[in-house]
């Protein structure tokens, strides 16, 4: 599934150096391919927003995509992000799925057990440089129009996470578009670095450090899809 011609090399260096990276071409054109229409086609998707928020009034915690509930959601979900943490953007929970058996028809659960297969996994100990990553979390995710992701680390008191990665699988994407992954400084009040979400690339950075994925513009032709989550350690 890994493109054969990747030289992780150079961007294991600079993940070491800078605590983040971008790989170009990460996988196999034709495997990339068949995600994306996965992706686009397929997924049963969900709407996800924080569960430990208070309750909107009258609206419900999910909705389905391109409801007229979805709309009222992402409009009360981005007023409230106004002030603090707030997140909206469809996914579907693939380690759930594949656990449960849900939609076996989804070449997502064959991707599953690839991202924890023994070779993946000495692969990702290697691109980290951490021998002590033992599995691989992955949910799939589509931002639509005005969804985002507000500023975050990253850091999970449940679960040591390595590493946060993003397989970016939009075709074409424009930076103003939105859906940037932008890098904070400690301070949270600068940007210091910007992933655009390129076809086919993989972004891997450690945790924790802040971050946003910005906000979807209304202009935006297409949904951002992805494949994301983290190389675990427990």
């Known amino acids: 599934m890994i493109s054969n011609e990747l030289d992780i090399e150079p961007y294991r260096a600079r993940l070491r150096a800078l605590g983040r990276v971008q790989i170009p071409s990460f996988l196999q054109e034709d495997a990339a391919q068949r995600l994306h229409a996965c992706l686009r086609d397929e997924v049963p998707w969900e709407t996800a927003q924080r569960t430990d928020a208070p309750p909107l009034p009258g609206l419900p915690a999910a909705a389905t995509p391109g409801s007229a509930e979805d709309a009222a959601l992402l409009q009360a979900v981005s007023e409230r992000a106004r002030d603090g943490f707030e997140f909206y953007f469809d996914r579907y929970r693939m380690i759930d799925a594949r656990r449960d058996g849900q939609d076996p028809h989804l070449v997502l659960h064959a991707v599953v057990d690839f991202l924890n297969s023994e070779p993946f996994l000495q692969f990702a100990r290697h691109l980290a440089g951490d021998p002590a990553i033992r599995m691989v ?11 985002f992701l507000r500023v975050h680390n990253d850091k999970a008191a449940s679960e040591e996470r390595s590493c946060a990665y993003v397989i970016n699988l939009a075709r074409e994407w424009q930076p103003d578009w939105g859906g940037l992954l932008q890098f ?34 209304p202009w935006a032709r297409e949904p951002r899809l992805s494949i994301t989550g983290w190389f675990r350690r427990g």
């Open 137 to 147: 979390s992955a949910i799939a995710v589509r931002y639509r129009n005005g969804h």
């Open 184 to 217: 904070l400084d400690a301070g949270e009040r600068r940007v210091v670095e910007t992933f655009t979400p390129t076809w086919n690339s993989l972004s891997l950075f450690r945790v924790p450090q802040p971050h946003v994925v910005s906000q979807v513009a």
